[in-house]
């Protein structure tokens, strides 16, 4: 995904970068207020990561900005002020979610993949058609094609083809893939995944075309037309 991080403080940049970059993401970073809140209304991001106190501009200003001119871009807030009412105030304010430094990377990173996971479903729940490329699959009739060919999917299958489907362009984790087809919250230690991802593929990635499943080494899968 592509982030939007607005911090001042350098050191703390650098870690909240660092930690992002790792987590896969692309960073653009502002270092105070009125740069980021001309960056967050004019460039396209997947998440803003926005530190609460900052100079020109303070996160809270930015972020009341954004949601009055009807931009709902996912916004985690960081702050030290970490306090309840503080928390409060930051939530009420437009944020998605308030996380207090000092910060582990991973609760970070969960929580970016949380917000934006939460928006992208509720943007996707009202989608009756799904489409990558020529591949279709119609929620209301359950049906897939593919280049105008219908395509007989299992029910767990079809399950597995709509969450990716719904995040097509995305790495999808196993964690994610877990979660959100198999109701499991913890890891089984199976080859459950990459055997439905295996038959999946089979079905709608034949002979001649253009493969739209494809493997991040490490990371997961992803739905998408290259």
Same mark, same amino acid.
């Given at each position: 995904?592509?982030?939007?991080?607005?911090?001042?403080?350098?050191?703390?940049?650098?870690?909240?970068?660092?930690?992002?970059? +790792?987590?896969?993401?692309?960073?653009?970073?502002?270092? $105070?207020?009125?740069?980021?809140?001309?960056?967050?209304?004019?460039?396209?991001?997947?998440?803003?990561?926005?530190?609460?106190?900052? *100079?020109?501009? /303070?996160?809270?200003?930015?972020?009341?900005?954004? %949601?009055?001119?009807?931009?709902?871009?996912?916004?985690? =807030?960081? !702050? !030290?002020?970490? $306090?309840?009412?503080? @928390?409060?105030?930051?939530?009420?304010?437009? #944020?998605?979610?308030?996380? #207090?430094?000092?910060?582990?990377?991973?609760?970070?990173?969960? @929580?970016?993949?949380?917000?934006?996971? @939460?928006?992208?479903? !509720?943007?996707?729940?009202?989608?009756?058609?799904?489409?990558? #490329? /020529?591949? $279709?699959?119609? %929620?209301?009739?359950?049906?897939?094609?593919?280049?105008?060919?219908?395509?007989?999917?299992? *029910?767990?299958?079809?399950?597995?083809?709509?969450?990716?489907? @719904?995040?097509?362009?995305?790495?999808?984790?196993?964690?994610?893939?877990? +979660?959100?087809?198999?109701?499991?919250?913890?890891? *089984?230690?199976?080859?459950?995944?990459?055997?439905?991802? !295996?038959?999946?593929?089979?079905?709608?990635?034949?002979?001649? =075309?253009? *493969?739209?499943?494809?493997?991040? %080494?490490?990371?997961?899968?992803?739905?998408?037309?290259?």
């Amino acid at each position: 995904m592509r982030i939007l991080l607005v911090e001042d403080q350098l050191q703390q940049a650098h870690y909240t970068q660092k930690a992002l970059q +790792e987590g896969g993401h692309t960073v653009d970073h502002a270092a $105070e207020g009125r740069t980021g809140l001309f960056m967050a209304t004019t460039e396209q991001y997947d998440a803003l990561v926005l530190d609460r106190m900052l *100079p020109l501009v /303070d996160g809270l200003t930015i972020l009341r900005t954004l %949601r009055a001119s009807d931009i709902h871009t996912p916004v985690l =807030l960081l !702050s !030290s002020l970490g $306090e309840p009412d503080e @928390r409060v105030e930051g939530l009420r304010a437009g #944020a998605d979610d308030y996380l #207090a430094k000092p910060f582990h990377s991973a609760e970070l990173l969960a @929580r970016i993949e949380v917000i934006t996971r @939460r928006i992208q479903t !509720s943007q996707s729940t009202n989608q009756s058609n799904l489409q990558v #490329a /020529d591949l $279709e699959l119609d %929620r209301l009739a359950r049906t897939v094609h593919r280049g105008g060919k219908l395509i007989d999917l299992q *029910p767990r299958e079809y399950q597995l083809l709509e969450y990716l489907m @719904r995040h097509a362009g995305q790495v999808v984790t196993r964690t994610m893939l877990l +979660e959100g087809v198999w109701n499991y919250h913890f890891d *089984p230690n199976t080859n459950v995944i990459d055997v439905h991802i !295996s038959k999946l593929r089979a079905k709608i990635d034949t002979e001649g =075309l253009k *493969p739209l499943l494809h493997t991040v %080494r490490g990371a997961g899968y992803r739905m998408a037309e290259q």
